[in-house]
């Protein structure tokens, strides 16, 4: 089985500072990892995912991500915020062998001050 | 390109009626879709998903049931709602099982 862990419920940060949003996983098998975006009122939208390969993966917005296999992290960076980047956002991940079960964290809430 | 509808946006209902919301998906065939639920201030709940028409997985045993009776279109319905069924239901769907997920608008359910 899996699971996800998102550290931090909500992530208060200054306009154009670094933000680090971090996630854990466990898992029995190899995962495909990803991180949506949510904003207010809206469906999820994808920000990037790793399937295999480089560990540091580059999404929209200025993302990215850092897949640590040894520390089974997937922490979720962006080098300056801005306003517009306030909304709640979900690290998930999905095994790739052994059938379905996508699994979602609990989310954090970025909300970017000016 | 690939779209994906749901409606009604917003719905208030009274305790015990019934539900029914509905997700159409365009531009892709036999698409995996999915039903989540998201209470307020709180993560993704998946209730059903489907492999194929009149496939229904249910993750979550409570008074919802799920219908594919079309390729890309995915009911989510109930015979008398409770008002712990309030929240905000999204709509998805994927290429595979385990590959990235498109989601719908939502539809923001309040019961009184």
């Known amino acids: 089985a899996q699971s996800v862990t998102q550290l931090d419920s909500q992530v208060p940060v200054f306009e154009e500072a670094p933000v680090e949003l971090r996630c854990n996983y466990s898992s029995s098998v190899s995962v495909y990892l990803f991180w949506y975006v949510q904003y207010p009122n809206q469906g999820l939208q994808l920000l990037l995912k790793?399937?295999?390969?480089?560990?540091l993966v580059k999404g929209i917005n200025g993302f990215e991500a850092e897949f640590n296999k040894s520390q089974t992290s997937f922490h979720l960076r962006k080098p300056s915020v801005h306003i517009s980047d306030t909304a709640e956002y979900f690290c998930?991940?999905?095994?790739?062998?052994?059938?379905?079960?996508?699994?979602f964290g609990a989310g954090t809430r970025l909300f970017v001050k000016a | 390109s690939q779209t994906i509808h749901q409606w009604p946006a917003t719905l208030v209902q009274p305790v015990g009626s019934p539900l029914s919301l509905e997700c159409t998906v365009e531009g892709t065939s036999n698409p995996n879709l999915y039903w989540y639920r998201q209470a307020a201030g709180r993560g993704l709940q998946l209730l059903f998903y489907s492999v194929g028409i009149g496939q229904i997985s249910s993750e979550v045993p409570q008074n919802l049931s799920a219908s594919r009776p079309q390729d890309r279109q995915f009911i989510l319905s109930s015979k008398k709602l409770l008002l712990s069924d309030s929240g905000f239901y999204l709509c998805?769907?994927?290429?595979?099982?385990?590959?990235?997920?498109?989601f719908g608008p939502g539809t923001r359910l309040l019961v009184l």
């Open positions: 998930a991940v999905s095994p790739f062998t052994g059938g379905f079960k996508t699994i």
């Open positions: 998805a769907w994927s290429p595979g099982l385990a590959e990235t997920q498109y």
């Open positions: 790793y399937l295999s390969g480089s560990t």
